[in-house]
């Protein structure tokens, strides 16, 4: 079988695929930022200051699971979005992603809600120093997801002006590793920030 017989709207232009690796190079610079977060973190887990506050008692599980669940499931509709783009399915590519931008705007919207809920309570980044942690590598991710709704946002906007070219299609495809990586991260700070405090505490 030939290779051409493999291609996809996302792999024949040269330029695309340039750019592809470009974002794997990317990757690995924010692989590095969030390693540093989360050794820092998990630092101050075992040694910083909680100002009094138990995170057994203030984490509320059926949230996390909430924000989980939106997270988790975006990245599957990210990748059925993926396959209609390579199927050159334009309609159903749009509707698979929008789903995924909703569900990411869900997840964004309950995590603003979790700490404005902690503010209420009277948990602030000033409070101590695992809160600043805590703040810090949430707030870092979050920030993140809302970037990746603006960034495929703009790139769906393109292909309704423009169509699905093979010009367009590899960015689809580097916004969907985007939205993956952010997704792992997610699993990491659920396992190592939400159980983990919720079983250990402060």
């Not at 790139?155 to 939205?179: C, D, H, M």
Request: overall charge negative; aromatic content about 16%.
């Amino acid at each position: 079988m030939s290779n051409e017989q493999h291609q996809t709207i996302d792999t024949v232009n040269e330029t695309g695929q340039l750019n592809k690796l470009g974002f794997w190079i990317f990757l690995t610079a924010e692989v590095a930022l969030f390693g540093t977060l989360f050794a820092t973190f998990l630092v101050l887990q075992k040694s910083g200051s909680y100002g009094g506050f138990e995170t057994p008692e203030l984490f509320e599980l059926p949230l996390v699971m909430i924000m989980t669940f939106l997270l988790l499931v975006s990245s599957y509709t990210c990748g059925i979005a993926v396959y209609y783009m390579r199927k050159q399915n334009v309609k159903l590519m749009m509707i698979w992603m929008i789903i995924t931008l909703l569900l990411g705007a869900g997840f964004v919207g309950f995590e603003l809600f979790e700490f404005t809920h902690y503010v209420h309570e009277g948990v602030t980044a000033q409070l101590g120093s695992f809160w600043s942690g805590f703040f810090i590598l949430l707030g870092t991710h979050g920030l993140h997801v809302t970037v990746g709704i603006f960034w495929i946002s703009g790139i769906l906007i393109q292909i309704l002006r423009r169509g699905l070219t093979e010009y367009n299609a590899p960015k689809v495809f580097i916004g969907s590793l985007y939205w993956h990586f952010l997704d792992v991260v997610w699993i990491f700070i659920f396992t190592l920030v939400y159980l983990v405090g919720m079983v250990s505490g402060s």
